[in-house]
């Protein structure tokens, strides 16, 4: 049986391959921009600048590697590593789930090659800017389709069980980001304070009651997906320390010398760690219980 590593070897040669062959059967190649996205991608100029500092490929092994490398220790700080392990030893026909959940990071963002669209306003300074909606259903979509599924099984030794595990972790990785997503265009916005409020927890209880076999797995998704949109990482703990990095945010993205636009992200990374925190402490209790 190959290893989790070595699957993943494998798919990272061929990602490239794969991606430019979704974005051509799935978008419309009459138009040059998305030509310029076949031909190109991994380019953060065609993936979302002012969030990602990174094209969807290079993000997507960037998750993998952050689940490894920078989650471990935020759980272990917030005092749910012990009672995360436990979920994660379970095993699917002689995989873990943590190993398979490491693989759902090399599919979780197939789905953006296939749902792209494009806006025509100006959004943050950017000439054009993208939507990905739906993308996640779309990659669980792509890992059960009968090309994709047997790959994963003849070339990959993966079960079938194991494959609709993968594919149920890709098409809800983004679930707990819709909370976030509904508070931006609240009054108060996306904010810690809004973390720490009863809407949050409302949102946080209801969101597990409706994915009941899941509930660990979209908080380690989230945050391992928040954590590969840019490499910096800031020290604010509260909304007016975030407030008050501006300028330090604005001088530490020029001296890198990433795009300017990526400023927003970048502030909002400390909030969506924030949101995680919260989640997990109250998934933590609830598994308890």
């Known amino acids: 049986m190959l290893s989790i590593s070595e699957i993943l070897a494998d798919f990272w040669g061929k990602m490239p391959g794969h991606a430019r062959g979704l974005i051509e059967q799935n978008l419309d190649m009459s138009l040059e921009i998305n030509r310029r996205f076949r031909d190109n991608p991994d380019s ?12 969807i490929i290079t993000h997507t092994k960037k998750f993998e590697e952050f689940s490894r ?5 935020y759980l272990k700080e917030w005092g749910v590593a012990e009672a995360a392990e ?29 749902t792209r669209t494009i806006r025509n306003d100006v959004v ?18 792509i890992v059960r389709q009968p090309e994709f599924s ?6 990959y030794g993966l079960t079938e069980n194991q494959i609709e595990y993968v594919a149920a972790c890709a098409e809800r990785h983004y679930a707990l980001a819709r909370i976030r997503d509904a508070a931006v265009h609240k009054l108060g916005g996306f904010t810690i304070a809004f973390t720490s409020s009863p809407e949050f927890q409302a949102s946080a209880d209801q969101l597990m009651d409706k994915h009941p076999d899941f509930q660990l797995e979209l908080g380690l998704m989230y945050l391992a997906d928040s954590l590969a949109k840019n490499e910096i990482r800031s020290s604010a703990r509260t909304d007016a ?21 990526l ?8 909030v969506s760690i924030a949101l995680v925190e919260r989640y997990l402490k109250r998934w933590a209790k609830r598994h308890e219980a």
């Open 44 to 55: 953060p100029a065609e993936h979302k600048p002012q969030w990602h500092q990174w094209g």
């Open 69 to 73: 490398t920078q989650v471990p220790g």
């Open 86 to 114: 436990q979920v994660m030893l379970e095993q699917i026909d002689g995989r873990t789930k943590g190993e398979l959940l490491r693989l759902t990071a090399a599919f979780h963002d197939l789905g953006k090659f296939t």
């Open 124 to 141: 943050a300074g950017l000439e054009r800017d993208f939507d990905f909606k739906g993308h996640e259903a779309a990659s669980g979509r």
């Open 150 to 155: 047997e790959k994963l099984r003849d070339d």
């Open 241 to 261: 320390e975030i407030a008050a990095s501006d300028v330090e945010v604005r001088r530490v993205v020029a001296e890198r010398g990433l795009n300017p636009v």
């Open 263 to 270: 400023i927003d992200g970048v502030k909002q990374l400390p």
